[in-house]
């Protein structure tokens, strides 16, 4: 497989430096590392304000991202864009002002909505910030748009596309043709195995492919994981295959999902973190198969997300 032998050229990292990158162009990526819940948010900087991408998930992530960002402006905060409805990327919207408009697709703000906030769970799987989940006040995106939307900071063009069901409902990917960078959201992951509970995998691997062949990028900056450029999207389109491809031929053979999972072999896939979700994955592609794919897996399921 092409994509694969690209990515065994690229050296998988397990450790990055959590902190603000310049990417260039006013833009910035502000990138952590660690487990799960732990993501990764954007900036952009207009000439007379700025825009953030994502909040975050617990008070000292969003306050170390809203300090790094006072070094490099004081411009004031224009709106903030969500990519899609997970509380790691949405929680920390509880630390920012309530008068900045919150920018996502109609369908993320439903699903937000829907899936509601289960403080307890996360407690559960993430102990380790047990302190700073307790009476947490969840707040929803004020402005929605279908399809896709065009914001302006200055004469920069920041564009906002849903391509329908992919790794959510509701995904925002923040395009800048001129700049020819991807705040993907967690429609990218960067040597992090992709969460998949609530995806559609097969829309995911078409739209993904359709990017990599409409959109000139040099600079991805994923949900998850260090910044890139387009390799990171051509090896979550052939993770993303590579498991499809295994899941059908044994589902056809009539093993369950659960003996399925156990079945798949990764290669080079198996040293990204968190390689366990390939089960989450395999769950979701037996309810593709069945005609249900739009039924998720509850966070139990998944173990944790």
Not at 54 to 59: I, N, P
Not at 79 to 102: E, K, Q, Y
Not at 201 to 219: C, E, P, S, V, Y
Request: overall charge neutral; some cysteine; aromatic content about 10%.
């Amino acid at each position: 497989m092409a994509n694969a032998e690209v990515n065994m050229k690229r050296k998988i990292e397990k450790k990055w430096k959590t902190g603000l990158i310049d990417i260039g162009n006013d833009c910035y990526a502000y990138i952590q590392t660690g487990g799960l819940n732990v993501s990764n948010a954007g900036l952009i900087i207009g000439p007379d304000s700025y825009l953030v991408i994502d909040t975050l998930f617990v008070k000292p992530m969003t306050e170390a991202f809203k300090c790094s960002i006072l070094e490099v402006t004081d411009k004031p905060l224009n709106s903030i864009i969500c990519t899609h409805h997970h509380a790691d990327h949405t929680l920390g919207l509880a630390w920012f002002p309530r008068d900045i408009p919150v920018i996502a697709h109609e369908h993320m703000r439903e699903r937000m909505i829907e899936s509601e906030l289960d403080l307890a769970h996360f407690r559960e799987v993430n102990p380790e910030y047990a302190e700073h989940l307790i009476e947490v006040t969840q707040f929803f995106p004020t402005h929605t748009y279908k399809g896709s939307m065009t914001l302006y900071l200055g004469n920069r063009r920041v564009e906002l596309h849903n391509m329908g069901h992919t790794h959510s409902k509701g995904d925002t990917m923040v395009y800048l043709p001129e700049e020819k960078i991807l705040f993907s959201g967690d429609f990218c992951f960067n040597f992090v195995t992709p969460a998949t509970f609530d995806a559609h995998i097969g829309n995911w691997i078409n739209k993904a492919k359709k990017i990599l062949k409409t959109f000139q990028i040099d600079i991805i900056v994923p949900g998850h994981g260090p910044v890139g450029d387009r390799a990171i999207l051509e090896d979550m389109v052939d993770y993303l295959s590579l498991v499809k491809r295994q899941s059908r031929k044994m589902y056809k053979d009539g093993l369950t999902a659960q003996e399925a999972a156990k079945g798949i072999r990764l290669g080079i896939y198996r040293d990204w973190i968190k390689p366990d979700r390939v089960e989450q994955a395999v769950m979701k592609l037996y309810n593709e198969f069945q005609g249900k794919g739009d039924q998720g897996i509850s966070l139990e399921l998944a173990k944790g997300g």
